[in-house]
């Protein structure tokens, strides 16, 4: 089983800086993709950043404000958010394809979600 926690949420004004981060442990041999997805009140989950061996990807919203690293070393994932909008108030939730072993399928794991909150 693998466990994902996550921190660094909290309330911020508009145009300040946030940063998040969210750490595997448990039975983990290889790690492909870790990313970060968000979802507002009435809305659908939707992806933020995610970010892989060949590289990242990013919403269009948040594009040139947000930046995901990755420490393979400690399985941690980290999304520095700058120039946070109220738009970008959320939870936001860590996400990651963990295999267990060299022989087994990747499995997806979700964090339990770490509240982000924008005031104008």
């Known amino acids: 089983q693998v466990r994902l926690v996550e921190s660094g949420g909290g309330l911020v004004q508009a145009g300040g800086s946030l940063r998040l981060s969210c750490t595997a442990s448990?039975?983990?041999?290889?790690?492909?993709?870790m990313g970060w997805y968000r979802q507002a009140p009435g809305s659908q989950r939707e992806l933020v950043a995610t970010?892989?061996?060949?590289?990242?990807n990013y919403a269009d919203s948040v594009k040139g404000r947000f930046i995901i690293s990755r420490d393979n070393a400690e399985n941690t994932v980290s999304l520095q958010m700058n120039s946070l909008k109220p738009e970008d108030t959320a939870v936001y939730y860590c996400?990651?394809?963990?295999?267990?072993?060299?022989?087994?399928?990747?499995?997806?794991?979700w964090g339990q979600g770490t509240q982000v909150t924008v005031s104008s």
């Open positions: 448990g039975s983990i041999f290889s790690i492909n993709i």
């Open positions: 970010i892989t061996s060949g590289g990242t």
């Open positions: 996400n990651t394809n963990v295999k267990p072993s060299s022989w087994s399928r990747p499995n997806t794991y």
